[in-house]
């Protein structure tokens, strides 16, 4: 079985920085990649970026390209999304998820999923 715990939302101001965590354990996740989603109240879950495990090949959605940054620690299991420049719009509950093989924009396509964590940000 496998379990991801995401850390570090949390209550931020418009212009401000973030980091959240992501904790992978239950499996050797070399072939897995990993993946940044967020779901705003009302609205359906959206693609933030993704990182291929063994390859490091990030991969960004528009929206957050350029202030945002995915990285992982392949030693302790481990995946971060850095937030820059963070603006009102990026309220929502950001999720951690992993599938096996390349990565990929759909959430339906990853098979495991953290419980969430909130961030919002005030203007």
């Known amino acids: 079985q496998v379990q991801l715990v995401e850390s570090g939302g949390g209550l931020v101001q418009a212009g401000d920085s973030l980091t959240l965590s992501c904790a992978a354990s239950?499996?050797?996740?070399?072939?897995?990649?990993m993946g940044w989603f967020r779901q705003a109240p009302g609205k359906g879950r959206e693609f933030v970026a993704f990182i291929t495990w063994s390859g490091g090949t990030a991969y960004y959605a528009d929206s957050v390209k350029g202030r945002f940054t995915i990285s992982r620690d392949s030693a302790k299991n481990t995946v971060a999304l850095q937030m820059n420049s963070l603006q009102p719009d990026a309220t929502a509950v950001y999720y951690c998820a992993a599938r096996r093989g390349w990565g990929t924009e759909n959430p339906a396509d990853f098979g495991f999923w953290g419980q969430g964590t909130q961030v919002t940000v005030s203007s």
């Open positions: 239950g499996r050797t996740f070399r072939a897995y990649t």
